[in-house]
C-alpha cells in the first residue's frame, strides 16, 4: 500500500516543491499551510514533515498534539534555525528526525525513507509480540475437559505471583506451553523467559552453562560469559526434565531458590538474581527422593505450586478440539486441502492411547493431512504406531518363555540398558529417556553393574 505523508509548511513554494518530489517518489500527499490544519487530518498520515516555524501555534506545539492524539506516527522536523539546542528540544518532544533547511531533496528523501522502515520495524516488532502473547492464551491451549480448566483455573490464580510452579506429566502433554502461560499471564510477562532443558546439558558444562564462568576458569575459557540464570535476570527460568539435575547442581538450584544469590564458576563475588522458576519433570520425583537421587529440601521449595498435566487417554474429551485446532493449524503447510475429519477417523483418534500424547496427535494429524487425497481427513488416512497399549504387558505372562533364553533377570536388564546406551550413542541422559528411568538413576544402575565407564 501507498505511504501517505502530511507535509505542514507554511512557504507555498517549498511545500509544492516537497510535494512534487514526494508524489514522483511514489507517495501520496496532503498538505496544510498550518498546523491547525494539519491537525484535522494528521489521523491518517503515515509520516507527518512540519516546519518548526509556522503561524499562530509553532511546530514543537503541532509536535506535542500529535504525539498526544498518535504515538505511533514519525513525525520530521524542519527547521531553518539549525541549533543543537532546536535539534534537542524537538527530538526531547517526540521527533523521530530534522532536516536543517536549506536542505536537499535527496538527503529529504533518505530521512523520510529512514522513518519509515523504522516505524515498519516496530509495527513488525509490536505484532510478533501480540501474537506470541496471543499463542498462550487459554483460548489457544486446547483443553475443553475439566482437567484443563483446572489447570487454566490455576494458571489465573498463580501466574501475577512469583511462586516457583513444578509442572509433572508424560512428554508430549504440554508443560513446555503451560509453562510459557503461566510466564505471559505474569508481571514479567515483557522480561526475558530463559528455557532450560537440563537433561540436553553434559554434565560437566551444566554448572557454567546455568551460572556462567568467569575468563580462565577452565581451559577454553578465553573470555567471561553470564549464565543462563543471568540472562533470565527479572524474567522467568523455565527448567525442563528437573530430574535429571545431578547432585552437585541441586544444592546450587537450592541457593538460587532460597537466597536468589549464586556465583560463576571460577568467580567468588556473589551476584543477586530476580527470577521467577517454573520446573518441569516427567519423571517421579517422590520415586528420585527414595532412591537418593534428588535432593527432599529442593523438591519442596519446587513443589510450592504443584501443577500435574493429565495425559491425553485421561482427557479424550479434548481430541476432538484439539484434532480440528491441528487441521486448521497445520493446513496451509500441508497443501490446504483438508477441510474437516469424518466420524470415523474421530472414533479411530478417541480409540487409541497416545503414548506420545498431544505431541503425536499433531505428528499423526500432520502425516494424514499430508497423505490425504481428498478434502476430508478419514480413518484409511489416519495411521497410527502399532506400540502395544497399557495391559498388553500382562498378556506376556502367559508366554511359555517368560525371559530369553539363556539370560538371567540381571543379564537382561544389562543388555536392555547396553541397547538403550547404543541406541543414543552413548549418550546417558537420551538412554535414561529410552528406559523411562533418569539420568542419576541410570548412573546409578551402571555403577552397580561395573558399567560406569
Known amino acids: ?84 539546542e532546536t535539534a534537542v528540544e524537538s527530538m526531547k518532544a517526540g521527533a523521530t528526525d530534522f532536516v536543517l533547511k536549506p536542505f536537499s531533496l535527496d538527503h529529504l528523501m533518505q530521512v523520510i525513507g529512514k522513518a519509515l522502515e523504522m516505524r ?9 509480540k501480540e501474537e506470541l502473547g496471543r499463542r498462550y492464551e487459554f483460548d489457544n491451549i486446547i483443553g475443553r475437559s475439566g482437567a484443563m480448566q483446572e489447570i487454566f483455573a490455576t494458571i489465573e490464580r498463580v501466574g501475577p505471583t512469583r511462586a516457583t510452579v513444578l509442572l509433572a506429566g508424560e512428554s508430549g502433554v504440554g508443560k513446555d506451553l503451560i509453562a510459557r502461560a503461566i510466564h505471559f499471564h505474569s508481571p514479567r510477562r515483557d522480561r526475558p523467559m530463559v528455557k532450560i532443558n537440563c537433561s540436553a546439558i553434559p554434565e560437566n558444562l551444566m554448572e557454567s552453562e546455568l551460572f556462567g564462568y568467569e575468563k580462565g576458569a577452565f581451559t577454553g575459557a578465553n573470555l567471561t560469559k553470564p549464565g543462563k540464570f543471568e540472562q533470565a535476570d527479572t524474567g522467568t527460568v523455565f527448567l525442563d526434565e528437573i530430574g535429571d539435575v545431578p547432585a552437585a547442581i541441586q544444592v546450587k538450584l537450592l541457593r538460587i531458590l532460597q537466597e536468589r544469590e549464586f556465583e560463576r564458576l571460577g568467580s567468588n563475588v556473589t551476584r543477586h538474581i530476580d527470577v521467577r522458576v517454573i520446573a518441569a519433570t516427567n ?26 498435566i493429565p495425559p491425553l487417554r485421561e482427557r479424550k474429551p479434548d481430541i476432538p478440539f484439539l484434532a480440528n485446532h491441528f487441521i486448521h493449524k497445520l493446513a496451509a503447510d500441508t497443501g490446504g486441502r483438508v477441510e474437516s475429519i469424518t466420524d470415523r477417523a474421530m472414533e479411530k483418534l478417541i480409540a487409541y492411547h497416545w503414548p506420545g500424547n498431544v505431541r503425536e496427535l499433531e505428528n499423526v494429524i500432520e502425516r494424514g493431512l499430508v497423505m490425504c487425497t481428498g478434502t476430508e ?54 538412554a535414561a529417556r529410552l528406559l523411562g528411568l533418569t539420568r542419576n538413576a541410570l548412573r546409578y544402575r551402571l555403577t552397580q553393574m561395573g558399567m560406569e565407564s
Do not use: C, W
Open 1 to 84: 500500500m501507498k505511504k501517505r505523508i502530511l507535509v505542514v509548511e507554511d512557504e507555498d513554494k517549498l511545500r509544492r516543491v516537497i510535494q512534487l518530489q514526494l508524489t514522483s517518489a511514489g507517495f501520496d500527499v496532503d498538505q496544510a499551510a498550518n498546523a491547525e490544519d494539519g491537525l484535522k487530518i494528521v489521523d491518517r498520515a503515515d509520516l507527518v514533515l512540519t516546519d518548526l516555524k509556522l503561524p499562530n501555534m509553532g511546530g514543537l506545539q503541532l509536535l506535542g498534539l500529535i504525539r498526544r492524539q498518535n504515538s505511533q506516527v514519525p513525525v520530521i522536523v524542519m527547521t531553518a534555525f539549525g541549533s543543537i
Open 377 to 430: 481427513l478419514d480413518a484409511a488416512d489416519i495411521k497410527l504406531e502399532s506400540a502395544p497399549s497399557p495391559g498388553s504387558a500382562s498378556r506376556a505372562q502367559n508366554d511359555s518363555h517368560f525371559l530369553p533364553d539363556g539370560l538371567s533377570l540381571d543379564q537382561y536388564e544389562q543388555e536392555i540398558i547396553k541397547e538403550a546406551l547404543r541406541r543414543a550413542d552413548g549418550n546417558k541422559s537420551q
Open 283 to 308: 519423571q517421579d520425583l517422590r520415586a528420585a527422593l527414595e532412591q537418593g537421587t534428588f535432593r527432599e529440601d529442593l523438591y519442596y521449595r519446587l513443589n510450592v505450586v504443584p501443577l500435574n
Open 120 to 128: 515498519a520495524l516496530r509495527d513488525e516488532n509490536r505484532k510478533l
